[in-house]
Structure formats: structure tokens, C-alpha cells
């Protein structure tokens, strides 16, 4: 099966600082990728669709300068957390399309972000 | 927009015993349907999908999930579990013209001995 990294696993941070996530496809190309933020015994959240080379398009309600997402090549995109605050801290999941056709996603298997 | 409701937060079941995860959407357009499960320390992974025909779709381990279009359900059983299938799972749906997906809340399966 395809396979989709994350690092760091999890990150503890100050709050008003920045930290940015990989996610990366190992085994294969992905044009798509989504952000998912996901709160203790809640559901995932979409956050964002990460589209290669050009902007990421968000879902209503989150702040795109403050999530911001860059999608520079076919194997990563980046998630970064501008001046953090402690309710930013949250598990972040990244998913993507191997085969778009096929309707299934690869999930990585997400990094936790603690903002003291 | 699409939405997914898991009516069970928490599913206790002794091994060997058969299982069924309830799983409902409103969405006012044709829907894909999935349910994803989720292993301790790892991410999600696909299950089972229903994109079009037989209603009953199944997966490699022992799962299946039927497509109720009238009660808009997508229910998941399994009738006899394994220790090996604790795990959270998670019910989602997309729009059919649509990739991006709804997630449910989660059900949290535990099997014991």
C-alpha cells in the first residue's frame, strides 16, 4: 500500500512561535493532499486541500494566514502554525490520493502539537 | 454539505462475538462511503468503500458494510471479532462529484478475551 509520513510525530512549542509540519508520499506522487486537525474523541476536522503548485484551498472557518500551507513538490506539503496559541494544540493528520480514480486516501499517522 | 453521524462513542465486545457499528449521513446529493480504522500509535486506514453497485461490500479481514440509501445508513459488522480488531473506526462520506471527505466522531471497539 502507499505510504504518507509525517515528522515531526509530535512537537511541543511556546506560544506565539511558529512550527511547520511535513507530510510527505513515500512511495508515490500526489498532486492532492488535505490537512486534518482531529481534538481528543473527535472527529477529523478538514482544515485544508493541498494542490501542487499552486494555493491550498481552505474550509470556512479556518484562518489561512495563520495555517499556513505549501505544496512545493509531488511528495510534500507543509503545515505551519503561525504565533501558536495554546488552542492551537491539536492532533494533525495529512492525507493524499494515490490513485484520485480510486476514491482512497493514505493518511500519515499525524503529529501532536502542544503550544505552552 | 454532508454529514455523518456514529451513534456509538465506545463498543465494549468479547472475542469471538459479532460486532455492528452504526453509521448514518445526510447529504442532499449522491454520496461515496467509507469506513476507515485507526490502530493504537498508527493512522488511518482504508476498511471498506462503497463508490457504486452491490450494496454489501466487505473487506479482506471479515468486515462488511451495507449501503441502506432509504435510511441512509452504512452500517459495519462483523460477526465473530479478534483481539486484533481493537481499534477506533471511523465512518466518512464524500459527495460523488466531490474528494474531499466528512469524517464521523469515531467509534472506539475494544475486544476482550
Known amino acids: 500500500g502507499a505510504v504518507v509520513s509525517q515528522h515531526p510525530s509530535w512537537v511541543i512549542c511556546k506560544s506565539g512561535t511558529s512550527v511547520k509540519i511535513e507530510c510527505r508520499s513515500l512511495?508515490?506522487?500526489?498532486?492532492?493532499m488535505f490537512w486534518y486537525r482531529q481534538f481528543p474523541k473527535q472527529s477529523l476536522m478538514l482544515m485544508a486541500t493541498?494542490?501542487?503548485?499552486?494555493?491550498?484551498?481552505?474550509e470556512q472557518g479556518v484562518e489561512k494566514d495563520k495555517f499556513l500551507i505549501n505544496h512545493a513538490s509531488l511528495t510534500l506539503s507543509t503545515l505551519t502554525v503561525t504565533s501558536a496559541h495554546p488552542e492551537d494544540s491539536s492532533f494533525y493528520i495529512c492525507?493524499?490520493?494515490?490513485?484520485?480514480?480510486?476514491?482512497?486516501?493514505?493518511f500519515g499517522p499525524g503529529t501532536r502539537l502542544t503550544v505552552t | 454539505a454532508q454529514s455523518v453521524t456514529q451513534l456509538d462513542s465506545q463498543v465494549p465486545v468479547f472475542e469471538e462475538a459479532p460486532v455492528e457499528l452504526r453509521c448514518n449521513y445526510s447529504?442532499?446529493?449522491?454520496?461515496?462511503l467509507f469506513w476507515y480504522v485507526q490502530y493504537p500509535n498508527q493512522g488511518l486506514q482504508l476498511l471498506l468503500k462503497?463508490?457504486?453497485?452491490?450494496?454489501l461490500v466487505e473487506s479482506i479481514n471479515g468486515f462488511e458494510a451495507e449501503f441502506n440509501k432509504s435510511q441512509t445508513s452504512f452500517h459495519l459488522r462483523k460477526p465473530s471479532v479478534h483481539i486484533s480488531d481493537t481499534a477506533e473506526y471511523f465512518c466518512?462520506?464524500?459527495?460523488?462529484?466531490?474528494?474531499?471527505?466528512?469524517f464521523g466522531a469515531g467509534t472506539t471497539v475494544t475486544v476482550r478475551a
Open positions: 462503497y463508490l457504486s453497485g452491490s450494496t
Open positions: 492525507s493524499a490520493y494515490r490513485d484520485r480514480g480510486s476514491y482512497e486516501q493514505y
Open positions: 447529504s442532499s446529493v449522491s454520496v461515496y
Open positions: 512511495d508515490f506522487q500526489a498532486t492532492t
Open positions: 493541498s494542490n501542487e503548485g499552486s494555493k491550498a484551498t481552505y
Open positions: 466518512a462520506v464524500s459527495e460523488s462529484n466531490d474528494y474531499k471527505l466528512s
